[in-house]
């Protein structure tokens, strides 16, 4: 249980965090051309190797920190109201408190998604000094297993540890879907963010194009019982994804390479994690007629899309402006193209 100082704290800097985020969706509603949310990815290691996963490696070195500072005011200068960090594993970055910082020191949103496997008391202490408003932490299951090491059992105590030492706000996501031995797990994690005091929200697991994988029927029937927990225990859900369990196609315009930007670790803006390849341009040479491009091109990977971030970022604009520009084709080769290393320039 936080003591009663901390938790003053906490309710304060969320006060506060909320005015911020109620003035950049004003913002954001106003004006179309400034990204919203842009992901960058500070190392691509990760010291887990989780099954599913296509976005992680076991040996690159931190991007140097000066780099990754240029990227941030790119993005600033952008317009980009919520820098989050993803990779890999963000907490394997030596400078990570100097890069949210930097993000704080333009007036911006700034987000992390972690394993929490480095987390310690002094480390959250840390983060709480550089200023992180957001920590996403994932949770695949309660006892590890061969497909995924990010078990409740070992996080458990990095949980207590959030619980009370972050001034920041922590949402556990719990999954379903994509080889996840026993789909009952998402239930008893999100009731335990729930208890420790965070948000929790389910995730479906896609396929490694970003693209839905329909559920089983014990799994729909997990994904039902989470929606209908509703707001008694505080378990969101993406409206998205009733159609994602069942399998059917969503008609939405993504806006990625518009509103959301993925910054892979050699600079190069991907429409999200699961399309690199496009339009694969240097952040530096990123500017607003590319975003006001990308605004108006159509995502041929829309339909059976499971990436809840990039659908988040979308929807403001949902009755905006028909997409009218043909995008590349997103094929497995663009995937491919990124795995081994190559870009299209
Ligand atoms: S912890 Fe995250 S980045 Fe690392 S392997 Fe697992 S899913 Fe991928
Ligand atoms: S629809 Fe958009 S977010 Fe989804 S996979 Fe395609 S480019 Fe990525």
């Not at 965090?17 to 004003?26: H, Q, Y």
């Not at 970055?93 to 987000?111: E, K, N, Q």
């Not at 041929?300 to 997409?323: E, L, N």
Request: proline share 5%; charged share 20%; glycine share 8%.
């Amino acid at each position: 249980m936080p003591g009663f100082g901390i938790r003053r704290r906490r309710d304060f800097r969320a006060l506060i965090r909320r005015v911020r985020e109620w003035t950049m969706i004003a913002k954001g509603v106003a004006h179309t051309s400034h990204p919203v949310l842009a992901h960058i990815i500070p190392t691509r290691r990760c010291n887990l190797a989780c099954e599913y996963c296509n976005e992680y490696d076991s040996f690159s070195p931190p991007v140097p920190t000066q780099t990754l500072l240029n990227r941030i005011d790119h993005l600033a200068a952008l317009g980009t109201s919520i820098i989050s960090f993803s990779g890999g594993e963000p907490l394997l970055h030596p400078d990570l408190d100097v890069l949210i910082r930097r993000i704080r020191s333009h007036g911006r949103i700034a987000g992390m998604i972690t394993n929490g496997f480095a987390l310690n008391v002094e480390r959250i202490q840390r983060l709480n000094a550089a200023g992180l408003d957001h920590m996403q932490i994932s949770i695949d299951n309660v006892m590890p297993d061969k497909v995924s090491m990010k078990s409740l059992k070992t996080l458990d105590p990095r949980l207590v540890m959030l619980s009370d030492h972050a001034l920041f706000h922590v949402n556990i996501n719990s999954v379903v879907g994509g080889g996840i031995r026993n789909p009952a797990d998402a239930l008893t994690v999100s009731n335990r963010a729930v208890e420790l005091g965070f948000s929790s929200t389910v995730g479906i697991i896609h396929d490694h194009e970003g693209q839905l994988q329909p559920l089983s029927d014990e799994e729909q029937g997990i994904y039902i019982q989470l929606k209908n927990k509703g707001k008694k225990n505080y378990a969101r859900l993406n409206f998205f994804q009733d159609n994602v369990a069942r399998g059917v196609e969503n008609h939405w315009k993504c806006r990625a390479g518009a509103r959301y930007l993925y910054v892979c670790e050699d600079g190069l803006v991907h429409y999200c994690s699961q399309q690199r390849g496009f339009p694969a341009i240097p952040l530096e040479k990123y500017t607003v007629e590319d975003i006001r491009r990308e605004f108006l091109t159509v995502k041929g990977c829309a339909p059976k899309c499971t990436i809840a971030c990039v659908h988040y970022t979308s929807y403001m604009d949902f009755w905006r402006a028909p997409q009218t520009i043909s995008a590349p084709p997103q094929t497995s080769e663009a995937n491919q193209l990124v795995q081994i290393g190559g870009v299209r320039k």
